[in-house]
């Protein structure tokens, strides 16, 4: 599937080390040259509020760039079973009527191009997740650097998810309309309706309450926060993914400090 990102459009390829540099660059979160200091010899204490939260950006910015592109690719929703959109859980009885009169075919096409909406829009949205992170405060980033392993990426979610979804909600509606989820959806419910069974379907579901831009933009984000949670993880637990000198610096002291209180206690 071909995607037309704002990355792309700057680089005029879709990777992920340079995506990854890009939003570095949009987040204005490269090295400082006058932090100096060692990875290994900072602790907790030492580290300013800024450099907390940079770090934090940091790595938020290193999981959008995993999330991006781990998902915005041909298959990126649709064969990853931790990330899959399904049927709409209200269109479950359209899709056993359908099933039960031999149309699979309808039904797997429609949860399909709704994995391919989601496939697009992930990658046009990355400017619209790069001003989102830019807006995490320090206020309390000390704290959020102690949470747990999601502690980032679950305040992230909290503060932006509203504004997020109201601007990536139309970047769906283009990948809708682009893949054919629209038409899927109307030919699914076309064939719904001119069977035999289409009156006792349409006493249990009225087609005119479903959102399908809202329910594919909620189920995308699902997604890419679970991806981004997941990479936050990886770096509060392993230091090889600690890939700049500022994640190496915040989140090692993390680790130096849970090791002094365990030895402490």
């Given amino acids: 599937m071909k995607t037309f990102s704002y990355l792309t459009l700057l680089l005029g390829s879709v990777s992920a080390p340079l995506a990854h540099a890009d939003l570095l660059d949009l987040l204005g979160l490269r090295k400082n040259p006058a ?9 907790l204490a030492a580290l300013s509020q800024d450099q907390v939260a940079g770090g934090l950006k940091q790595a938020l ?44 075919k309808l039904a797997d096409d429609f949860v399909a191009t709704m994995n391919h909406a989601a496939e697009q829009a992930v990658p046009e949205a990355a400017p619209v997740f790069a001003d989102a992170v830019k807006q995490m405060t320090i206020a309390d980033a000390k704290a959020i650097l102690l949470g747990t392993n999601d502690a980032a990426t679950a ?29 899927a959806y109307k030919n699914m419910m076309g064939k719904i309706g001119s069977s035999k069974l289409g009156g006792v379907v349409a006493e249990l579901f009225n087609q005119d309450t479903l959102d399908l831009d809202s329910y594919v933009t909620d189920k995308a984000l699902d997604g890419l926060f679970k991806m981004v949670a997941d990479e936050e993880k990886r770096i509060r637990q392993n230091p090889t993914a600690r890939t700049t000198e500022l994640l190496q610096k915040v989140f090692g002291s993390i680790s130096r400090q849970s090791s002094s209180e365990r030895q402490g206690s």
């Fill in 61 to 104: 910015a290193k999981g959008l760039d995993q999330a991006i592109a781990r998902l915005g690719h041909d298959g990126g929703f649709l064969t990853n079973l931790e990330v899959h959109i399904p049927m709409p859980e209200k269109l479950h009885a359209i899709e056993r009527t359908l099933r039960s009169l031999g149309q699979d």
């Fill in 155 to 183: 305040h992230f979610k909290s503060v932006t998810q509203t504004n997020l979804a109201a601007r990536f909600r139309p970047i769906v509606q283009k990948a809708t309309a682009k893949t054919g989820a629209t038409a």
């Fill in 35 to 43: 932090d100096t200091n060692t990875a290994s010899s900072t602790s």
